[in-house]
């Protein structure tokens, strides 16, 4: 039997898990907690094989659960279960350790599908989280490619901007004028499909 804990501030859907759970085949419900808290403190000595968490917590949220507990123990399976289904909550939990993003209008087929994919080597997620995330990682081949294409000279400029350095602080630094650098930073814009500093900026960082 895998044991799972329940980490759900609303209690109705916190105990409708549990049963869920407790029906399932080969999984039984070790605890449940209704914020982060309780959870820190007990997940550590029930040590579950896996997690359901959701995110919109009271106190520590349940991204900075899942980072919290993955770092100390490692060995524990976390999976997202929640409403939310922007990118930056998607992919600050991956960061944060989970291994799945399920939303709760999936329902519970899908739940426990879920973890029974988790348990055989899977990241289980709903289609359309699956789909921004593939989104994401197409996206990202495509600005890397676009950052190889900007020249040595282009790049440097470019980095000295990421660290907040003014035009003429830049051409100081590369020994070029003002206007050597103007032209590289709109060459810069060009090649990356950008139309100010600080998206070009945001681009290059995250290369």
């Not at 899942?66 to 123990?73: D, M, N, W, Y």
Request: hydrophobic share 40%.
């Amino acid at each position: 039997m895998k044991k799972i804990a329940i980490v759900e501030d609303n209690r109705d859907l916190r105990e409708a898990l549990a049963l869920m759970i407790q029906f399932a085949e080969n999984f039984e419900v070790c605890g449940s907690y209704e914020n982060a808290e309780f959870a820190l403190k007990f997940i550590p000595e029930t040590k579950p094989d896996a997690v359901l968490m959701d995110i919109n917590l009271p106190g520590y949220n349940g991204i900075e659960c899942v980072s919290i507990l993955k770092r100390e123990h490692p060995e524990i399976l976390f999976v997202i279960c929640t409403s939310y289904e922007d990118d930056e909550k998607i992919f600050k939990s991956l960061e944060a350790g989970a291994s799945g993003y399920i939303l709760k209008t999936d329902g519970p087929t899908k739940i426990i599908d879920g973890l029974a994919d988790l348990f055989e080597g899977g990241s289980p997620m709903s289609s359309n989280i699956a789909r921004k995330v593939v989104a994401s990682f197409s996206r990202f081949e495509t600005q890397h490619a676009e950052i190889q294409s900007l020249t040595p000279r282009e790049r440097q400029t470019l980095d000295l901007l990421a660290q907040g350095k003014l035009n003429k602080e830049v051409a100081d630094a590369l020994d070029i004028s003002p206007g050597t650098v103007r032209k590289h930073i709109q060459n810069i814009y060009e090649k990356l499909h950008v139309n100010t500093r600080v998206e070009a900026v945001n681009i290059y960082l995250k290369r």
